[in-house]
């Protein structure tokens, strides 16, 4: 079953995970080196990846939000 997640920080040697309106702990040694907060994470048994497109989406989207704001 595959899962997916936004890593919302890093607490010790803890990720925070976000998966829908719920948070898990994960030993941060289990995700890939590159992997930063912001990071749209996928599950699947063993095997965490980054979801680079979907991050950079959301990254998009989130800019995109805060122009939003900003403007007059």
């Known amino acids: 079953m595959k899962l997916r997640g936004i890593i919302d920080r890093f607490e010790s040697e803890y990720a925070v995970i976000e998966v829908g309106e719920n948070t898990m702990d994960m030993k941060r ?22 979801d680079k497109q979907d991050t950079q989406k959301r990254k998009e989207r989130i800019e995109q939000l805060t122009n939003d704001l900003w403007e007059d």
């Open 29 to 50: 040694a289990l995700l890939p080196v590159e992997a930063k907060p912001g990071d749209t994470i996928i599950i699947d048994g063993e095997t965490i990846a980054i």
